[in-house]
């Protein structure tokens, strides 16, 4: 473990026991506190600290299952629904961030919203689920989904943008790492109907995502080409690095589904956030019990830092 490493513990939780299961964890897993980020503030959680032992500690290692003691750390922290992650303060503070939107910085699936008025809800749910799982090409299967959708009204889509309801935290995210300095865009397998209202809305810089046909008002069941699909999100990050001469280290993304997960390992701080198994088995940094105010924590904001 690098002295430059720290490791981060968040929750996000009204849990008024919620600093005694933190004091108890730190003490258990033989670390020593080095400073709080949150204490309780809205909800928030987020205490760094360093190990007090000469264990060796690598990103891998909250992977490995098989590591013993330390790998055992992850173990805990998830029967006590906390978060547990090694971050480096070299570089820590993102000047770039890609965000997935459907079940990041949004609650649920905008095609399964739109399904579900349809009275076809579940089963293009079900679509959904097994492509977000990796069990499913993404491109066959966002046009499956979207050719079941032929005929509805337009109308619909206003009604969507109207209902959609943020994750807690995605509307700090832009106005805090913006005041840094950073830019901020949505990347989303997603639909443009959506997208640009959403980063409109919480202060996005733009936004890359899929279009959907439409003619006389109505959706004709066609992805206007070409589909964002599972290479383009990591195609995103390396287009905008190169455009404004950034690093992959300088390179925040977070996400939750399989189609996240080339971004996750090219950007310098890649995060699943409540990830499908996919992504818990495949990416160290997560947040699976901290609202997206976590990401904002692994890059050393405090909660006094937040903008809204």
Known sequence: MDMQDLILISTSSKNPETKNTLSHFIKTANMQMHSWLA?????????????????????DHFLNTNWGAVSSI???????QLDINLISEKNR???????????????????????AKVGIGEEIANITRQSMRGELDFNQSIMKRVA?????????????????HLNNGASLLA???????????????????LTIPIAQKIGFDGSFSNKLEITNSHL????????????????????????HNLKS?????????????????????????????????KIATQLNYTDLTGLL????????????
């Open 39 to 59: 204490e309780g503030e809205y909800g928030q959680w987020a205490v760094e600290c360093f190990l007090k032992s000469d264990q060796f500690l690598e990103t």
């Open 74 to 80: 992850r173990n805990i922290a998830n029967s006590m």
């Open 93 to 115: 503070r993102k000047k770039l961030l890609l965000a997935d939107m459907d079940s990041t910085l949004i609650k649920g699936e905008s095609l399964d919203e739109i399904a």
């Open 148 to 164: 079941m959708l032929k005929g509805i009204k337009e109308d619909i889509l206003l009604e969507i943008i109207e209902e959609t």
């Open 175 to 193: 106005p805090t790492m913006k005041k840094s300095g950073a830019l901020c865009y949505i990347v989303s397998g997603g639909f443009d109907f």
């Open 220 to 243: 004709t069941g066609n992805v206007i080409p070409p589909i964002l699909g599972v290479h383009a999100k990591k195609e995103a990050l390396t287009q905008l690095s190169k455009q």
């Open 249 to 281: 280290a300088d390179v925040a993304a977070i996400g939750d589904g399989a189609n996240d997960l080339e971004m996750l390992e090219a950007a310098g701080l890649g995060v699943a956030f409540e990830g499908k198994q996919l992504l818990r088995d």
């Open 297 to 308: 924590f692994l890059q050393g904001y405090t909660i006094g830092d937040m903008v809204s």
